[in-house]
């Protein structure tokens, strides 16, 4: 009976024209997409910072090319601190001396926009002399702001350059300066015993000297360095201050290059001297980074290490730094460990000095102050492609006024007082030798453009230098 009846209804449901078929399901929403978490580590410890120490360690004047990362041979402490961090291959420092540098460092700031471009400025009271620059009030420092965090802030320097006088100072409990041109050896006993005194607190440190600087002494005699050498090169300070301001001397009119007189035998014992105080530098961090360690303090820190700038002997005829931006002077180490050791990497990746603490505040969780110029590397270390603006410059002590910018392989370095420019291929020319400004006038000029825009962001008035030349200064 059930089944003729529902035979019937399946006759009726037919002529109706009522075939029996189901509506199509509905299709599934598709599933929210999940943010892509970084490969590796998220360099994130926003939640333990106000358990982290963050210590700035700068070895003045070292150049790249003399750590092991940069094919040296004489900072053997240093290169086991590498292998625990992240180390930049290609770490460009904003300016090729100490004063201008480190403060664009501490602020985020190319020297243009900070100010502090030289020791020495006219007395704005109007008096003869001229006076020391220092920092404004109104340009936030880094350090201090993160004492505004909850960091206490302590600085153990060689003094000179780094010099409280400068601004540099600004918020910190303690800040040593009162030996100039002091090298670790100086600074280093008392930043190891407020380390040891003061183990459970939340600080930041900065930890400074003029280990490889010109004007600090050697530990060793030129005999002992180089014993086949025959010559009249004793390797002091007086000697290296000598050397310094007759290559300065040579800058008669605009646009001249510093030269010096020196032979080539002469230069090798100098650049002899050079590496041993980067031993004695490298021997010296390595203490500190001992002690760092013993007190339990390695894994409670963000640690960095850093130049500010290197050193030239001779490669474009001058002794020293500061007259010239070319790679041996501008192409600094920047190494930075992260607790335990995450994230350890070589990085090819061209960044600048002044990115180091925007990457620090990134790690920490810690709002940066507004209108900087660096910036974090965070995102690079977590895989994504950075493409930043590379440029140095120099107005060391009003002799010479240099501009630079990188474009991948190739650098332009504009003199600002003659308007000369010298073009340069680093992939094939490491040692800036060979200008193309005249092979390849399109990229010198394309380049020169990107200079010249940079430096109106900077507001940088090329005249206000026709002319102005400081004196020989024996401050320092």
């Not at 502090?116 to 009271?125: G, M």
């Not at 950075?386 to 120099?394: G, K, Q, W």
Request: proline letters at 7%; a negative charge; one cysteine or more.
């Amino acid at each position: 009976m059930r089944a003729a009846l529902s035979l019937v209804l399946s006759s009726m449901c037919f002529l109706a024209g009522c075939a029996a078929e189901e509506k199509p399901a509905a299709p599934e929403a598709p599933p929210v997409a999940k943010p892509v978490a970084p490969k590796g580590p998220s360099f994130d410890y926003a939640a333990r910072a106000s358990e982290l120490n963050v210590i700035v360690v700068s070895m003045d004047a070292l150049r790249f090319d003399h750590t092991g990362l940069g094919g040296g041979t004489f900072t053997p402490n240093l290169d086991a601190f590498q292998k625990e961090a992240v180390a930049f291959t290609h770490a460009t420092a904003a300016a090729s001396w100490t004063v201008p540098s480190h403060m664009a460092i501490f602020t985020g700031l190319w020297p243009s926009r900070h100010g502090v471009v030289n020791k020495l400025v006219p007395d704005p009271a109007g008096g003869k002399e001229m006076v020391f620059d220092r920092l404004k009030d109104t340009i936030p420092l880094f350090p201090d702001e993160l004492t505004k965090q909850g960091w206490e802030a302590v600085g153990f320097t060689g003094g000179a350059g780094v010099s409280g006088k400068f601004g540099y100072n600004r918020g910190f409990t303690s800040y040593l300066d009162d030996k100039t041109f002091a090298g670790m050896d100086y600074s280093g006993p008392p930043a190891m015993e407020w380390l040891s005194a003061n183990t459970t607190k939340h600080f930041f440190m900065f930890f400074h000297g003029y280990d490889a600087h010109g004007q600090h002494p050697v530990g060793k005699t030129v005999a002992e360095i180089a014993p086949d050498y025959k010559g009249t090169i004793d390797g002091s300070i007086e000697e290296q201050a000598k050397l310094r301001e007759a290559g300065l001397a040579a800058i008669v009119n605009p646009g001249d290059p510093p030269h010096g007189e020196v032979s080539a035998e002469d230069t090798a014992v100098l650049l002899k001297v050079y590496q041993e105080k980067v031993r004695e530098a490298d021997g010296r961090l390595g203490l500190f980074l001992t002690r760092v360690r013993e007190l339990g303090l390695m894994d409670k820190s963000i640690i960095v290490v850093l130049a500010d700038h290197g050193e030239e002997f001779m490669e474009h005829g001058y002794l020293d730094h500061g007259a010239t931006i070319c790679e041996h002077q501008v192409h600094v180490p920047l190494m930075i460990r992260f607790p335990g050791g995450e994230g350890a990497r070589v990085e090819d990746t061209p960044v600048r000095t002044i990115d180091t603490f925007p990457t620090v505040f990134d790690a920490l969780g810690v709002a940066p102050p507004p209108d900087v110029d660096g910036r974090s590397l965070i995102p690079l270390l977590q895989g994504e492609k950075v493409d930043l603006p590379i440029h140095s410059e120099s107005d060391y002590r009003l002799f010479v006024h240099l501009r630079a910018g990188r474009r991948d392989n190739k650098k332009l370095i504009l003199d600002l007082g003659d308007g000369q420019k010298a073009l340069y291929d680093l992939a094939t020319d490491p040692g800036e030798q060979t200008d193309l400004s005249a092979t390849d006038p399109r990229t010198a000029y394309e380049m020169e453009q990107e200079v010249r825009t940079w430096m109106g962001e900077m507001k940088t008035d090329p005249n206000r230098y026709l002319g102005v030349k400081e004196d020989h200064i024996k401050i320092f």
